[in-house]
């Protein structure tokens, strides 16, 4: 008959075996380095694809979200694919007029762009050049840092003035000052700067740069000799049905037009499908790295079942003054939860460390660590300790003592 064990009894217990897990760790230091080595690639493997998968995500948004976000896209011809789409020139100030009314819209631009020569003074360069009305930068999110955007009067003027992309700005007027009120020359055509865009409003341009933005009454006339747009986009009000949204636009085109010269992009869409796409390869690294961690636990339980194979004799004497079976293994698993653990510790740390090498290189990309992320990675570090320690740690309890004893 055996009398059950106190509370503080169990304590004393599990604290005896940390304490002589900590004094076998500290025994064997070059076999607990390379029993940690394993968790702590692991960890640092987990962790870090966690982190940069949270930050390829963060930057996603901030980039794409603001652009894709309840906007839609309609561009000239029946796809991507049509040949005849150059030779169509139907979309028209009309359209924009149409569009505009309906109760969804809370704003809407065409575009339409070529590609020109611009001069400064002696300086020169290519530029793309885009006929837009005043309200593109609030459809595309682009914010003018410097002067100001188009206005009504503009439009309707046909005013030669520009705004210009920071590219632009660093081809033309590095070493000019500021470029507000400053004349340049696109083809033939003079127009006075009056706006430069933000630095973080750069990566909304479907082109690099540089970009130039003048009203797209001015480049019809002036520059492009056509008035209808090479697409249209609209920025749908936020809380409504972009689908739904899509839907009755395609309705008011085809009134209009007589026929479905035309096709629509929802980038809600776009954006959906990337998100997907990028939760799907974040899964898959996860996995890559869930299977390393697993390496390291393959390596935890064969280093454990070495040692249990060197302190048979321990654990006969252990087990000859009175230490029970699940004493011994509590030990052993306790042994190898403290290893796992350790590992997690140094592995998160490296991975923080990592986190601020890859910052300082990488400006546009952070690295992203999560609680979650720092929380899961101790509970699989104590799981991988509990399930690769416990066979070990089986084998331990199991062992003869008087064999055990007899064991050199």
Not at 3 to 11: C, E
Request: charged share 20%; glycine share 8%.
């Amino acid at each position: 008959f055996k009398l059950p064990r106190s509370r503080s009894s169990k304590v004393g217990l599990f604290a005896e075996a940390f304490r002589m897990a900590s004094i076998a760790l500290l025994t064997h230091r070059f076999r607990t380095l390379l029993t940690l080595l394993g968790v702590v690639i692991g960890i640092i493997s987990l962790v870090s694809i966690i982190a940069i998968g949270e930050g390829g995500q963060q930057h996603m948004k901030e980039t794409l979200g603001t652009l894709t976000s309840n906007t839609i896209e309609i561009y000239r011809g029946t796809g991507w694919s049509d040949s005849r789409a150059p030779q169509i020139q139907t979309l028209l100030p009309a359209d924009l007029d149409a569009i505009g009314e309906l109760p969804y819209t809370a704003s809407v631009t065409p575009m339409t762009k070529e590609s020109f020569l611009l001069r400064y003074e002696s300086l020169d360069s290519k530029a793309m050049v885009s006929g837009v009305s005043d309200s593109f930068f609030k459809t595309r999110n682009i914010a003018v840092s410097e002067g100001r955007a188009f206005n009504a009067e503009d439009i309707q003027n046909q005013t030669q003035v520009a705004v210009i992309d920071q590219a632009t700005r660093a081809k033309l007027f590095a070493d000019a000052g500021s470029p507000l009120g400053k004349t340049i020359i696109i083809g033939t055509i003079p127009c006075v700067v009056i706006g430069v865009t933000s630095a973080k409003s750069q990566d909304f341009f479907i082109d690099r740069g540089p970009n130039v933005m003048v009203p797209y009454t001015t480049a019809g006339t002036r520059l492009f000799g056509r008035q209808s747009f090479d697409s249209i986009s609209i920025r749908i009000r936020a809380g409504l049905n972009s689908a739904l949204a899509e839907k009755n636009i395609n309705e008011v085109l085809m009134r209009l037009h007589g026929e479905k010269d035309f096709f629509t992009n929802n980038m809600d869409s776009m954006a959906k499908a990337y998100e997907s796409t990028s939760r799907a390869i974040a899964l898959m690294l996860s996995v890559i790295a869930a299977i390393s961690l697993l390496v390291g636990g393959i390596g935890v339980m064969n280093i454990m079942l070495v040692s249990v194979s060197e302190r048979t004799r321990e654990i006969g004497i252990r087990m000859a003054v009175g230490a029970r079976r699940s004493d011994i293994m509590k030990q052993f698993l306790v042994e190898s939860i403290v290893v796992c653990l350790i590992g997690a510790a140094i592995g998160i740390f490296l991975s923080l460390l990592l986190g601020g090498v890859f910052s300082f290189f990488v400006k546009d990309w952070t690295m992203i660590f999560s609680a979650d992320a720092i929380l899961g990675a101790l509970a699989s570090s104590i799981l991988i300790g509990v399930t690769f320690g416990y066979l070990p740690a089986r084998n331990a309890s199991r062992l003869d003592p008087v064999e055990a004893l007899n064991r050199d």
